[in-house]
């Protein structure tokens, strides 16, 4: 099994491959309010309505997002528009 980590930017986000053609990526909240434009309140309040993707927690202090479920919700958010 290979395990690489690797820092994407500043600690804004982790990669993680495993023998898998598949990259997982870890974002902080603040990447997340990056990419969707809503507020730290925002993120939380559509996460318990259920119209958001759940965080994974880390560690006991730490929680963060995959990259790739923040993105398909923008992505639905886009297709809504139209």
């Known amino acids: 099994m290979k395990i690489s980590l690797t820092s ?3 600690r804004d986000a982790v990669n993680l491959s495993v023998d898998c053609p598949r990259q ?29 993707p759940k965080c994974v927690r880390i560690s006991t ?3 963060r997002w995959l990259e790739g479920e923040v993105l398909s919700w923008c992505e ?7």
């Open 61 to 63: 202090k730490s929680v």
């Open 24 to 52: 997982i990526v870890f974002l902080r909240r603040r990447s997340v309010e990056a990419i969707t434009g809503l507020s730290r309140s925002g993120i939380y309040a559509k996460m318990a309505d259920g119209t958001f």
């Open 76 to 82: 639905k958010k886009i297709k809504e528009r139209r």
């Open 8 to 10: 994407k930017t500043t």
